[in-house]
T-cell receptor, first 114, second 111 residues
Framework: DAGVIQSPRHEVTEMGQEVTLRCKPISGHNSLFWYRQTMMRGLELLIYFNNNVPIDDSGMPEDRFSAKMPNASFSTLKIQPSEPRDSAVYFC????????????FGQGTRLTVV | QKEVEQNSGPLSVPEGAIASLNCTYSDRGSQSFFWYRQYSGKSPELIMFIYSNGDKEDGRFTAQLNKASQYVSLLIRDSQPSDSATYLCAVTVTGRRALTFGSGTRLQVQP
């Protein structure tokens, strides 16, 4: 298996623009997580899906952020409008089971909002 | 109080020495504990997980858990320069299925 695949790897956008990050989890995994990593705040959970259903979105910073998982093999994280403070590395991770055992991370998307 | 706390480091050890990384957590209901390694510019990768009090060994790595004192540690024996990375402690917090991560400890192994 190719592992968790994220795209794009790097994204530079202007403030106010819409940004869409994409994730393909490992086949057979039923849990998917979006995390954001910054120097100041470390690795923070944004949202967690189980069987394509959002279970915990308490980490989503504000209404500018939204996430979808239309099927078991694809998820998106959208920021609209983007702001410079959204600059971070966004990781998608997936696991099998509901207790987040052995979550596997994608390579991340480095987002820079200028 | 942060839910998961780690000393940010850097922790510097000479090659061949034992590196000891510590983590404390605030939720007494936490049941699962994980150590991830993250090289600069890369994604976190799982090293070990531990669920029960005591030690768990895997090669050069030993995870130690003490639920009464609410700490979990990772020992790396015979440290190598390739072990230089940031080590993230992660726990499951009551009521939240996803992992909560500490801020990580940066380890430097000096050749």
């Amino acid at each position: 298996d190719a592992g968790v695949i994220q795209s794009p790897r790097h994204e530079v956008t202007e403030m106010g623009q819409e940004v869409t990050l994409r994730c393909k989890p490992i086949s057979g995994h039923n849990s998917l997580f979006w995390y954001r990593q910054t120097m100041m705040r470390g690795l923070e959970l944004l949202i967690y899906f189980n069987n394509n259903v959002p279970i915990d979105d308490s980490g989503m910073p504000e209404d500018r952020f939204s996430a979808k998982m239309p099927n078991a093999s694809f998820s998106t994280l959208k920021i609209q409008p983007s702001e410079p403070r959204d600059s971070a590395v966004y990781f998608c991770a997936s696991s099998y089971g509901s207790s987040n055992t052995e979550a596997f991370f994608g390579q991340g998307t480095r987002l820079t909002v200028v | 109080q942060k839910e998961v706390e780690q000393n940010s480091g850097p922790l510097s050890v000479p090659e061949g020495a034992i590196a000891s990384l510590n983590c404390t957590y605030s939720d007494r209901g936490s049941q699962s504990f994980f150590w991830y390694r993250q090289y600069s510019g890369k994604s976190p990768e799982l090293i070990m997980f531990i669920y029960s009090n005591g030690d768990k060994e895997d090669g050069r790595f030993t995870a130690q858990l003490n639920k009464a004192s609410q700490y979990v540690s990772l020992l790396i024996r015979d440290s190598q320069p390739s072990d230089s990375a940031t080590y993230l402690c992660a726990v499951t917090v009551t009521g939240r299925r996803a992992l909560t991560f500490g801020s990580g400890t940066r380890l430097q192994v000096q050749p």
